[in-house]
């Protein structure tokens, strides 16, 4: 991931530099998950210095920032690939990168620096706008959309001039979406309800419609990298995801509109769009499996040996088409209809359910195409996992896995306890809150938690030092061959 | 597509068409639902709050009411129910003087970040109880926090509570202190006071059972 000596577009090495970000804001989200998780159990750790509140904001924003980090990477990597041509204002889009960075340090150091501020509308514009997920001040805000604006520019016109194919096509309309619904989330108003009404709009529309489908895309382009598949094929799976995935992803929205002060017919349109929303990751399950069979089916029938030319990207993309079926979809569906959402709405099931979902469904995909960028910038021909390969991917799994278990079984009992005997008040949050099984569970999702950070620190030094062992190997073998 | 496909179900032209009409469809539904949910959940008057009559959403003076939960049998759940003027830190809030406290107490749960710790309306982080009725909550109409706190009604012992959360500890788990002003304390309790007024179809449900289970009565009086 240091190099990117053998990337011919200035694109690609942009990206680069967007997937390192990413990394160190992965490792900071996780740094955050831990404290926060620390103080579930010891309620003093850092009390009045580095609340719990300070601690899940930053948690929770680097998340989305890494992923955005992550996917414009993506983007950029793949750009000159689909298109055959260089990002069209690449200077430009390499201003933006720096100052998207400067602008997001700024951000953090006063989350974690200033935390908190007075009740006017100066918090709001400098310090945060205390809306979960998107708190970032407003001068923010206006730099984000000056900076996605650039990005889009890039794309857009670096489609418009060059080939334009599905999955590029799939990706300009979305990524159109993607920004756009950004928009949605910049207002204040003193109308809590219409404040969730539209802050959903950003949050449901981007993370189980727009981002669900930029997935898809990248699926789609990994394969064709990865496996040599056949792109009519894999098109042909891009457009039935894409179907599936707006025809039930944007009317989902309704199943965050059952308690929010929003009319009662939301009832009705949210259990019945929701419980479709996991179809389309099951197809998106068969797609990549279909293929990845396919391919390595003609190999071996050709003799030409495996197909795959990069397994730890494989790997990850293998393991996104099980995570994003599995946590989106089933720990999803587990409470999404009103019946039961009513008792588990602002539970631990939805802790659960959003640990599984974000890394099965997003983390999981991007650090495949992290691995996609370190063989092109070293240009290696046949990335094989190392040994810490395998570890990170191992760990972080099995810890992801792990607090989603303990979360479900915290969130079982507080739906038990809290909401359906006692009914939901502050004592009988307290109740649920000081009773064995939630202290057990939490103290599992820590223990989980710290497997999970292992398992990141095996993946960040994989991903720093992978490209160089292997293209050092891959030259020696030639050499050796040529000898012989 | 100039190549001609065998069946319409591996046609490439087929999927990319369908995709776009669902597409389409689905996004007209939402904003034509959004324009009659934007019609249901606006604020409603100072007005529709004198002549009784409900909006899913009241106004600001709402604070000037005395608000239930109770369930309602023909919706099948608890609903908030505006009862008899009652005044709020001890006097009525004129139309203006409501909205500008519900203005501040909604900047200034959003400056203390709130939500990263609490939820609203059941939205935001698990690690303090939800607010979304919290002016109901028994733990202020029981005497206990006006105990502790030494104040005569709910509404100062809650504003009490906010500017000094950690000097009244009601569990290991503790707020802290967030450097909330008295200014700032009154408006949040007004916030509070508003959101459990807005009909959210029932959410939580049975609140505070317990309560009401132990006191054999109504949780909120």
């Known amino acids: 991931m240091l190099t990117s000596a053998h990337l011919k577009y200035e694109s690609q090495k942009l990206a680069m530099n967007y997937f390192r970000v990413a990394l160190v804001l992965f490792g900071a989200q ?59 204002a690449i200077g430009l889009g390499k201003l933006a990168f720096w100052v998207l960075t400067a602008a997001v340090t700024v951000v953090v150091l006063v989350y974690i620096f200033i935390q908190v501020g007075p009740g006017n509308e100066s ?96 699926a789609a382009y990994g394969l064709i990298k990865i496996l040599g598949a056949k792109r009519e094929i894999v098109e042909m799976w891009l457009w039935i995801e894409v179907l599936m995935l707006f025809g039930s ?129 070293y240009g290696i021909k046949k990335m094989t996992m190392t040994f810490k390969s395998k570890m990170a991917i191992v760990l972080v799994t ?34 649920a809150q000081e009773l064995p099984w939630m202290l057990q569970a939490q103290a599992w999702r820590l223990v989980m938690g710290l497997v999970t950070f292992i398992g990141f620190v095996y993946l960040a030094w994989d991903l720093l030092t992978i490209g160089a062992v292997e293209s050092a190997e891959e030259k020696s073998e030639a050499v050796a061959a040529a000898a012989a | 597509m100039s190549k001609k496909s065998a069946s319409v179900w591996t046609s490439i032209r087929f999927w990319r068409r369908s995709a776009a009409w669902v597409t389409g469809t689905a996004t007209v539904l939402l904003i034509w639902l959004t324009f009659n949910t934007m019609g249901q959940i606006s604020m409603g008057s100072d007005e529709d709050l004198a002549k009784g009559i409900k909006k899913r959403i009241p106004a600001a003076s709402v604070i000037n009411y005395h608000i239930d939960y109770v369930m309602d049998d023909k919706r099948g759940h608890e609903v908030p129910v505006i009862g008899e003027k009652e005044p709020f ?22 400056a203390k970040n709130c939500m990263d710790c609490h939820t ?54 503790m707020m802290p202190n967030l450097g909330i002003t008295k200014d700032e304390a009154i408006a949040v309790v007004a916030f509070l006071k508003h959101m459990s007024a807005i009909d959210t179809n029932g959410f939580p449900r049975n609140f505070s059972q317990n309560a009401k289970r132990l006191a054999g009565g109504t949780h909120a009086h």
């Open chain 2, 89 to 110: 830190f001890g006097k009525e809030w004129s139309n203006e003087e409501a909205a500008a406290l519900l203005h501040h107490g909604k900047l200034t749960v959003q």
């Open chain 1, 398 to 431: 099995f810890g992801v896995l792990g607090m989603t278990v303990a979360l479900t079984i915290a969130g079982y009992e507080q739906v038990l306890v809290e909401r359906a005997d006692l009914g939901g008040g502050w004592d009988a949050y307290f109740v």
């Open chain 1, 249 to 377: 992803g944007i009317l989902g929205l309704g199943h965050h509109y059952f308690w929010i002060g929003t009319p009662e017919y939301w009832w009705e349109i949210g259990a019945l769009f929701s419980a479709l929303e996991p179809v389309p990751l099951v197809a998106m399950f068969v797609h990549v499996l279909y293929d990845w069979g396919k391919e390595q089916g003609h190999c071996e029938a050709g003799q030409t040996g495996h197909a795959v030319n990069n397994t730890p990207a494989m790997g990850w993309i293998a393991l996104n088409a099980f995570g994003n079926f599995l946590g989106a979809g089933i720990w999803g569906f587990f409470h999404t209809l009103p019946q039961v959402n009513i008792y588990t709405h602002g539970t631990q099931f939805t802790a659960a359910h959003g640990h599984l979902a974000f890394f099965g469904a997003y983390a999981t995909i991007l650090i495949g195409m992290m691995y996609l960028g370190v063989q092109g910038s």
């Open chain 1, 123 to 218: 918090t709001i514009w400098f310090i945060n706008e205390g809306r979960e997920y998107i708190e970032a001040p407003r001068w923010a805000d206006i730099g984000i959309v000056v900076v996605v604006l650039i990005f889009y520019w890039n794309v857009f016109a670096t489609f418009m001039k060059g080939k334009k194919t599905g999955i590029m096509t799939v990706m300009v309309a979305d990524l159109f979406a993607l920004a756009g619904l950004y928009l949605c989330g910049m207002f204040f108003t003193d109308n809590i309800s219409m404040d969730q009404y539209w802050w959903w709009w950003v949050i449901h529309l981007w993370v189980e419609a727009t981002w669900e489908v930029f997935v898809g895309s990248l």
């Open chain 2, 120 to 173: 609203l309306l059941g939205n935001g982080a698990y690690f303090a109880p939800d607010l979304t009725k919290a002016w109901l909550d028994p733990k202020w109409n029981d005497g206990t926090m006006t105990g502790i706190t030494g104040k005569e009604s709910k509404e100062e012992a809650m504003a009490e509570f906010l500017m000094h959360p950690s000097q009244y500890p009601t569990h290991a788990r």
């Open chain 1, 30 to 88: 996780l740094l955050m998950g831990l404290i926060a998780a620390i103080q579930f159990l010891y309620p003093g750790f850092l009390f009045e210095l580095f609340d719990f509140n300070v601690a899940r904001m930053v948690h929770i924003n680097a998340l989305v920032v890494w992923m955005l980090y992550a996917m414009i990477g993506s983007v950029y990597y793949m750009i000159p690939d689909e298109t055959g041509e260089e990002a069209v």
